[in-house]
């Protein structure tokens, strides 16, 4: 008998992970025993190889099995084991033979032989691919997702049987089905033209696009506020390559797609019910893996919270180091784990319990205490970390009678541009949007005009604090490029000021 070694890959946190799948059959009682942190379901993949390699014609050993996994401290979980596992015992006792060491194998066997689909093969191809290796083998149903990663090619089989037959060069695999290299959204992104009126909002908006800038809408209810959120999606560009890579992951793991989807080409959209859990909005750890929430799933994208006040306030609270930071730390008894979560967060508020504080037609209900009550439910210092405050009011009579506005496209465009400007001007540092430019640096090598400058000076002695001071800042610059203007000056300053001030009803 002999030692075999085969790689397979394993969900771990938000992605995936190789794991080498080693055999030893040895003489000693009939036994199979899987060793590894293996959860359940991975243990129970003995049972289902057992069946698969009999009832596929060939021969089980009887003897003694040992199933390493390799890392060993890292618990396995899911069934994509199943077929690295079956490939370890064949090759272990002679049956097949893999000389190509750039293969890995991703699969759940049916007792009948059959590879059927996992929900993790996207994530799977992905890892496999950042790994080195250049084939997967899958089945017909997580194909299509496995052609979608560059650089990688699946090896198309239906069953263990033929699998062994590719192999050994005596079958051939199955046809690939049409490639789908990226996969838009199913349905069409609003558009900007059918909003009327929200003249400084669709400002704000359109600011936030283009330097990755936080935002809140306050507003009376019916206003357009959720209208305008959702929108921010038609105006940001596509996903690069390495993005959609990590959001699709992300995606696949939680379950969100589809075996068969390709990557996602749009930054995703999440907007969550404001009765979400603290552990749904900000994930949680279950058997040592990370159980992705709203911040993570929104990564590379936007995190809607509409009526935010709503919201429990731990959820709210659990945002701030997302905010500041692009990740999420999670630290549980069991295990500790760090997850991606660099979003832009869009949250939506009335003035009021009844919303009508600030409509002119009718009259506030609420008491002054209910008032306060209302409002301490979004804390200072988590308004602090949202750059853009805008204030959403009833568009008139006569902007409802308006033509179509500005369309989405015309917007992207600009956005485009203004993005690609501070990627070049940040080409020698780790950051590319200003909303993630250090505030040490926008004073010293990235400072505005001396105009520019006294602005922000004296709004400092104003009371604006040193955070304030820094997002405003990061707005000017956003500004100067939405305008191609080389440096913000006095204007871009002022309206970074107005951006982040404005108050209901002023």
Not at 51 to 80: E, F, H, M
Not at 119 to 145: E, S, Y
Not at 466 to 485: H, I, K, N
Request: proline letters at 8%; charged letters at 20%; a neutral charge.
């Amino acid at each position: 008998m002999t030692l075999a070694q085969v790689w397979g890959v394993a969900p771990a946190g938000i992605a995936a992970v190789l794991v080498k799948v080693e055999v030893d059959v040895s003489q000693g009682l009939p036994s199979v025993g899987v060793v590894g942190l293996a959860q359940t379901s991975v243990t129970e993949s003995r049972w289902r190889v057992r069946s698969a390699i009999i009832n596929s014609g060939l021969v089980w050993p009887n003897s003694r099995v040992t199933i390493g996994l390799w890392p060993a401290d890292l618990p396995k979980t899911g069934t994509s084991l199943d077929l690295p596992i079956a490939i370890g015992i064949l090759q272990a006792t002679q049956q097949v033979r893999l000389t190509e060491s750039d293969v890995t194998f991703v699969g759940e066997l049916g007792l009948d032989g059959g590879v059927r689909p996992v929900p993790g093969a996207l994530a799977a191809a992905i890892a496999a691919a950042r790994a080195g290796f250049t084939r997967v083998v899958v089945c017909p149903g997580n194909a299509r997702a496995v052609m979608a990663i560059p650089g990688v090619r699946p090896i198309v089989i239906g069953s263990l049987a033929q699998l062994v037959g590719v192999l050994s060069g005596s079958a051939q695999e199955e046809l690939q089905p049409e490639p789908e290299s990226i996969q838009a959204s199913d349905a069409e992104a609003p558009d900007f033209a059918d909003v009327r009126g929200h003249e400084f909002a669709r400002l704000g908006i359109e600011v936030a696009a283009a330097g990755g800038h936080h935002m809140a809408l306050l507003g009376p209810p019916g206003v357009g506020k959720t209208m305008l959120a959702q929108r921010l999606p038609s105006i940001l560009p596509p996903l690069t390559e390495e993005m959609a890579l990590d959001v699709t992951a992300i995606h696949a793991l939680a379950g969100a797609l589809d075996t068969d989807h390709g990557l996602l080409a749009k930054p995703p959209f999440v907007a969550p019910h404001h009765s979400i859990s603290v552990a749904a909005m900000l994930g949680a750890v279950r058997g040592g893996r990370l159980i992705p929430g709203a911040v993570t799933l929104a990564h590379g994208g936007v995190l809607f919270l509409d009526e935010a006040p709503e919201f429990a306030r731990p959820c709210l609270e659990g945002l701030r180091q997302p905010l500041e930071q692009g990740h999420l730390s999670l630290m549980r008894v069991e295990r500790g784990l760090t997850a991606p979560a660099r979003f832009q967060l869009i949250i939506a508020a009335n003035p009021c319990p009844c919303g009508l504080a600030t409509d002119r037609a009718e009259s506030c209900r609420c008491t002054p205490m209910a008032k306060r009550r209302y409002a301490e439910r979004l804390s200072g210092p988590l308004l602090d970390r949202i750059d853009i405050r805008s204030a959403v009011t009833k568009p008139t009579a006569s902007q409802f009678r308006m033509e179509d506005a500005e369309p989405s496209a015309v917007i992207a465009d600009r956005v485009l541009g203004a993005r690609d400007r501070a990627q070049h001007r940040y080409c020698q540092h780790y950051w590319q949007l200003n909303a993630q430019a250090p505030g040490r640096l926008l004073r010293s090598e990235f400072a505005p005009s001396e105009h520019g400058m006294d602005l922000l000076v004296e709004a400092e002695r104003r009371g604006l604090n040193p955070r304030g001071s820094d997002r405003v800042l990061r707005l000017a610059w956003t500004l100067a490029d939405l305008s191609g203007v080389n440096l913000p000056g006095r204007e871009q300053v002022s309206v970074a000021l107005a951006l982040r001030n404005q108050e209901p009803g002023n």
